[in-house]
Structure formats: structure tokens, C-alpha cells
């Protein structure tokens, strides 16, 4: 009987795994399809996009070129226009790195992570099995904000089959955006929204690609014992906090609630005010101590807090290496820095490639 099953289990296994393997790849040459027939339209010299609203039967394609709108519609099957929501808790990750606050400064980013390895010269996933978090705010202020999202949604597809992982969380800008506060757009996005006849916000609604990749976002992950999130969490908000999945599925929900109705106001509003998630500065306030942080830690169940938000000159470390703050100030356009964790050592990698671990 011994001898029957198991190479009748092995086989099962094997199928499996090809079955796996099979599925798989067909999504990334559904992505390669896309690549192919947007590119006929924006290789080289567009000026914005593509923004890509999902039709009944087909997807329109719309890219700005020479100040003109060029659209095309494609079929629905040749981009992945379906996304799960992310998981909010991961474990046994022996690489990491994380910046946050990019806002637009493509180049830059791009220089930051090949310099250090997590990606190549010609922009592909480098890290392996590593994961790269970005802690919230790609929009606003900067002009490349199309090419960071469809950069990483390209570059989340390469880390996945080398069983690594992007985590794009969801800022305070981002949330700004949906929630029609469009105080900070570039001027060529206000320019883009009035050539596509529509609004900014409206270039990111639930029926477009990027859209409803937004969508899947998480707001808060927690990745081994290190939690991670735009502004941090107050005191306040502790209890929230420790249902990790319930929290990012109400901030996902508050995404198509309007801001100016009772419901939103009632039920969501609290998650945008100064001591929420996405907002908070209090890391950066005299009131707490450290006390008070390891309280915070303790009611969270994590070691350590990597925040954003707060603009310093590097990647910084507070309260005796317990609060990290991954916000170098990207948004200047002029420097950065990753913060990184490899196998529980915490260092920054600069814009030369090098490290400098935290003692
Ligand atoms: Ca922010």
C-alpha cells in the first residue's frame, strides 16, 4: 500500500504545482499583451498615461501625446482588471526594504532602488524573494505619478514569481485624491483631467484599471514583528490597530463613500482626522515618551513602527530603534534613502548604494 501512494502523491503534487505554474504565467502574458499594444501608442514620448477605463465589452486606453488625447479600445482580457485585496499580515520574510513619500519623483525612486539593488538597470524586480514596502503617498506635488503606479504594477507582477512582494500602502495623498482634495496635483495633471474631460479623481474611479488596482491596497501591514503605516498609530488608536484586517477593510470601503454625506461623516471621517493612521505626527511631538511608545507596542503586539509622512533628511530612527521613519524627503527631487531589514538588522541604504546600519 506504502509503495502505491507515494509515488501516486508525488505525481498529485507535481500536477499541481504545474497547474500552479501554468495559470500563473498566463496572467503575465496577458500583461505582456497589454505592454505591446499600449506601447504602439505611448512608447517613448507621451506626455501622460495611459489611463485605461474598463468598458462592457473592452477597455479604453486613453494617453496624452503632444498636448493631444490618442485613445484606443483593446479587449478586456489583455490586462488583468480583477485584484484581491492585499492580506494585512505576513511572516517569515528575511529581506526587506522601505521608503515612502515619493510623490511623483519617478527618476529619483528609480535611482534609489536600482543603486541598491532592488531593481536592475533596466527596472526590473532584483530583490528576490524580498519584500518592498512603500508607506503611502505617491501622489501629489511631483509630475511622474502615472509612471511610479504603472512602474509598480508592473513591478509587483516580477516580485511575485520570484516569491517576493511589493506592498504599495495607502497615504494620506492617496486618500486625498479619491476624496476629490486635489489642492496638490501637478499642474500637467490638471491639464490631463481637463483633456480627458473628466476630473482627477475621476481618472482613478472604480472602472478604471488603476483604479480598481488602488482599490486592493492596504492602508497597515504588519510583515514579522514590524508594523508598518503612513503616519503611525496614536494612542487612540491602538484598539483599531489590533484587527489589522478589519481596519484596511474600512479604510478601503470609506474609498467610494462621499466625503459630504451623513454616512461618511458618521462612520469614516474619524479614520482622515489628525490622530488617524494616514495623518498622524505625534512620533514627532514631545507629548509621548518612551514609555508610552513601549505601551503602544505592547497593546499592538509589534517591535517596531516604520512611519512616513513626517518629512526628515534620511531615514531615521526614534525612540531608541522602535519608531523608524522612512520619509527622506524624496518629494524634493534631490535625495533619498531606503530603510532596510535583513534578517532583523536594521540599516539605510543611500542613494550611492551604500549602508549604514542602525546601532
Ligand atoms: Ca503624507
Request: charged share 25%; net charge positive; glycine share 8%.
Amino acid at each position: 500500500m506504502k509503495n502505491f501512494l507515494y509515488p501516486t502523491l508525488h505525481w498529485f503534487v507535481r500536477a499541481i504545482i504545474f497547474i500552479f505554474i501554468l495559470t500563473s504565467n498566463s496572467l503575465y502574458s496577458q500583461y505582456d499583451k497589454l505592454a505591446s499594444d499600449v506601447k504602439v501608442l505611448y512608447e517613448g514620448q507621451i506626455d501622460d498615461g495611459p489611463y485605461i477605463e474598463i468598458l462592457k465589452k473592452n477597455l479604453n486606453v486613453a494617453v496624452i501625446k503632444d498636448g493631444e488625447v490618442i485613445t484606443k479600445e483593446i479587449p478586456k482580457t489583455a490586462i488583468n482588471i480583477k485584484f484581491k485585496p492585499e492580506a494585512s499580515i505576513y511572516k517569515g520574510v528575511s529581506k526587506i526594504a522601505a521608503f515612502s513619500d515619493l510623490h511623483g519623483q519617478y527618476d529619483l525612486s528609480l535611482k534609489l532602488l536600482e543603486k541598491n539593488k532592488i531593481i536592475d538597470k533596466k527596472g526590473d524586480w532584483n530583490f528576490g524573494d524580498g519584500h518592498l514596502v512603500i508607506v503611502g503617498d505617491i501622489f501629489d506635488r511631483g509630475d511622474k505619478v502615472t509612471d511610479i503606479l504603472w512602474f509598480l504594477f508592473k513591478l509587483e507582477k516580477q516580485a511575485f514569481q520570484q516569491n517576493g512582494k511589493v506592498h504599495y500602502l495607502l497615504g494620506n495623498h492617496e486618500y486625498m485624491i479619491f476624496q476629490k482634495d486635489l489642492r496638490h496635483i501637478n499642474k500637467k495633471y490638471k491639464k490631463t483631467s481637463k483633456l480627458l474631460n473628466t476630473t482627477y479623481t475621476d481618472l482613478f474611479g472604480k472602472n478604471t484599471v488603476l483604479g480598481r488596482w488602488l482599490r486592493s491596497k492596504s492602508t497597515i501591514v504588519k510583515i514579522n514583528d514590524v508594523l508598518y503605516v503612513h503616519g503611525g498609530i496614536s494612542p487612540e488608536f491602538v484598539n483599531e490597530a489590533q484587527n489589522l484586517g478589519s481596519l484596511n477593510s474600512k479604510m478601503r470601503k470609506s474609498i467610494d463613500i462621499d466625503i459630504d454625506s451623513k454616512k461618511f461623516q458618521n462612520k469614516y471621517e474619524k479614520y482622515f482626522l489628525d490622530n488617524s493612521p494616514v495623518w498622524y505626527r505625534g512620533y514627532f511631538k514631545d507629548s509621548l515618551t518612551e514609555g508610552d511608545i513601549d505601551e503602544l507596542l505592547l497593546g499592538l503586539n509589534v517591535n517596531k513602527i516604520v512611519v512616513g509622512h513626517t518629512s526628515q533628511n534620511s531615514v531615521k530612527s526614534l525612540f531608541s530603534n522602535k519608531i523608524f521613519v522612512v520619509d527622506s524627503s524624496i518629494k524634493n527631487g534631490k535625495k533619498g534613502q531606503l530603510l532596510f531589514i535583513e534578517n532583523g538588522v536594521f540599516s539605510k541604504g543611500t542613494l550611492n548604494g551604500n549602508r549604514k546600519q542602525f546601532n
